[in-house]
Every structure is written in C-alpha cells, then in structure tokens.
C-alpha cells in the first residue's frame, strides 16, 4: 500500500485537527486527497480502469480543486466490481469485511484492515466528545451501528464501557437492561428510541436519565421529539455516517446542524444537473472518504438529500454544517398525478400518533399504499391519521395494517419504506410465507 500522510497514520492527532485553521486543513484535506486518488488508481483495478475510460490520469490530480475532474461512482457499480474495487495489495489475512446495512434492500461488501476500524473507533469517540460523552462514562447502544471493538486496547484501558442491545429481543428486555446498567449515554437508531419511548411510558416513566442522548444510522424525524423529551427529558444530537466513509458529521447541540467531519470526508450536495446546491438548497450527498484505503470511495453517490447550512455554529467549531431533511433521495412516492412526496412528508402524519411503537409504508402498486403499524391500546388516531394521508395523497388507495411487531433488520433497523417486489420484513423473506411482498417493479424508482 503506498504509505499514507503521517496525520492520518497516527491517530492521537485527532484532537488537533478540531482547532487548525481553515488553510491547514485545507493543505491537510489536498493532500489527502491527491494520496487517495492515487492509491486507488495504483492497486484498484475499478478505478484504474474508470480513470482509464474517462480519460483521467491520476498524476494531475493536485488536489479537491481538481475533484470534478474525475467521474461520479455509484453503488451499484461498486457491488458489481466486487474485489475489483478492493486494494489488492492487502493480503487476505488483513482483511476485515463489512457490509452496509442493506436498508435500501442491497447491502455492499466493504473491505478494511484493523488499523482502519480502530481509527474509526476513534474518529467516532472524538466526535461524541465534542458534543458531550466523555471515556468514562457507563455507555449503551441500541443497534449495530453502536457494537463497541472488541479485543482492542480502547477496552483494556477502560474507554470502552458500554452495553449492546440486540434489537432482535424484545423491547422489554432493552428497558431492563437499561435500568440495570443506567448509562451516562446512550446512542440509538430514531426507530429504536421510538419503542423504546413507547414501552418506558406503559412502565411509568424511567428511573434513571442519561447525561448524553445521540440518535443516528436513519433520518431523525421531528415528530419524534416529543416521546424522546418527554422520557429523557432532553431531545437528541444528531450524528451521520456511513459504513463506507465512517463518521460524516455530527451535531454539537440538540435540533441544530451537523458539522462535516473535515479531516475525515470531503463531502459535495449536487443538484441534479451536477451544480453544487447553493446554502439551503437539497441536493444529492456525493462522499469522498479520507480515511480508507483499502476500499477507497471517491466521489461516491450516497444516495441521500442534505442542504448547506451556512449559518455560524455558538460552539465556535468553524468545519461546514448541513441539515438532513428529506433522507435517501430514493424513498420518494411517485403519484399517479406526476407528484413525487418524500416518505418524511407521510411520515410526519403517521409519526405523531400517540402510542405508535413502529410503522412502515409498503407501495404495492403505484395507487396503492399499505400503512404497517404496531401501536398501544386505541387505534382511534391511526384511522384520523390514515384520512389525512388519503387527503393529501389523492388517487392513492390508503389502508392501514395493524401488526404485532415490523421485522427489524439484521444491523437493528426498521425500513421505512418498501417498494415493488421487495419484501416488507426482510427478516422474514425465505422463513414465514404470510410475509408481504409487493408486486414485480413496474416503472422502478430512480436511485442515486
């Protein structure tokens, strides 16, 4: 492997990163950039044959200025280049493999080494104490996305002291477990805090509050809010990141922007002709990773919406901030009428009803739409909350469909959002014959 800037070899320098100026980071990010274009043309056959095909050559790539130079990558075609988007200079032993969380229903095989998933560790452990979690601290996690490394020497120092919830139980079981070992933070999904709400209201409330609240790995709806104070007495920061670039941003105050992780992404919002989105504008989250080599994502199509948000930040912290409003550019239903609403618009109806524990939209056709909930007691409110739909979604069927509990995916999560011909329970899929599924792909969706 073609060696790496020392600022990025040698991990205690993470904690200086926060206060250089905006010219030494800049010189840091362009030399970064520049090693990974090169490295990934080195040892990548993907990258050297899409570089050869666009008719790039890595030697002018002098730095980000120079980035639209070079092509837009995709996720489907690194699912189809398999090992061929991998270092090959990395020997089998070394490896670790990963994968997204396939909520979109296509999971990617990701490649890293250890010293890659230990300086994760750590970017994430920084963040956090920016905004507020300190190494002592008794920690919790509600997903996988929060599994704590293992066998590493942040543990036998003692910077790991922290429980995971395998959200496969029962929620009861992660209200038990909490109580018992009453963390300082805890980190969830936004869909595991919402059961998680719902179950510590039918037991009264909770006995212990944790000092630090962080929700990530899905989009926070605002509707959440409410249950979340009202438990924890305080909403959550907000963090974002991806399997493939690790920690994207994150919040240092409840409800504000996230700041770009700028010694660990470049990150560019696009709109759909390929201009950058002015401040406020949503457009498309294209990612170059900073830190991994062995599978490097250079301006990678995440397939999520995000706008620029270039108000100063009170904490003095000078890196860029974005707002996530609309979630992955593909969960969007498109209307008979040409509309196309995004799933946080419906869900904003279906979200506030009180006592709602999980909920799912299922598209079985492109007038139908099946509302799958799990909820406490009276379901009075659901039945106003499926009229409203049926009023803003005109010549869109709308049933509700009430259920024990939705599948969650392997990694924790509840899909928002299935479209046609993929199965409404991923879990289930090949195990219970009742699971729903939609009919074949019609007119598919676009995907970034």
Known sequence: MISEPWHVRYPWSLPLRARWSRARMGRFRNERFRWM???AAATMPFYRRLLEETGVDPGRIRGLADRELLPLVTREA???????????????PARWIASTSGSSGNPLILLFDR????????????????????????????????????G??????????????DPARPVGEWVDLYEQWRPHSLRAYPSALREFCAEARLRGGLRWRPRVLAAGGELYPPELDEPVSQTFGMTPVLVYGAMEAGRIAFGC??????????????????????????????????????????MPVIRYRLGDLACWDDAPCGCGLWWPRIRLHEGRGSEVLALPDGRRVP??????????????????????AATALAVRYAADGDVRQMEIALAQLRAMLSGVEVTGERVERIAHTAT?????????????????????????LCPPVVDGYPRF
Request: hydrophobic share 35%; net charge positive; glycine share 12%.
């Open 412 to 436: 924790g999560k509840v899909r928002r959002f299935v479209r046609y011909g993929e199965p409404a329970d991923p879990e289930a899929e090949g195990s219970d014959p009742a699971a729903p």
């Open 115 to 150: 010293s890659e998933r230990l300086r994760t560790h750590l970017v994430n452990m920084h963040c956090e104490w920016l905004y507020g979690w300190r190494p002592w601290y008794r920690s919790m996690g509600l997903g996988t996305q929060f599994v704590p490394p293992q």
């Open 37 to 39: 274009v090169r490295h």
């Open 253 to 294: 105050r409840p409800g504000g922007a996230l700041h770009v992780r700028m010694d660990g992404v470049d990150l560019e919002i696009l709109l759909d002709d390929g201009r950058p989105a002015p401040p406020g504008q949503n457009g498309q989250v294209v990612l170059t990773s900073l830190l991994y080599g062995c």
């Open 78 to 92: 690194l699912r189809q280049a398999g090992e061929a988007a991998w270092a090959s200079d990395l020997p089998p």
């Open 343 to 364: 799933i946080t618009t419906v869900g904003g109806v279906i979200g506030r009803v009180p006592g709602l524990r999980q909920y799912q939209f299922v598209q079985r």
């Open 152 to 165: 590493t020497w942040l543990q036998r120092l003692g910077l790991v002291r922290w429980k995971w919830v």
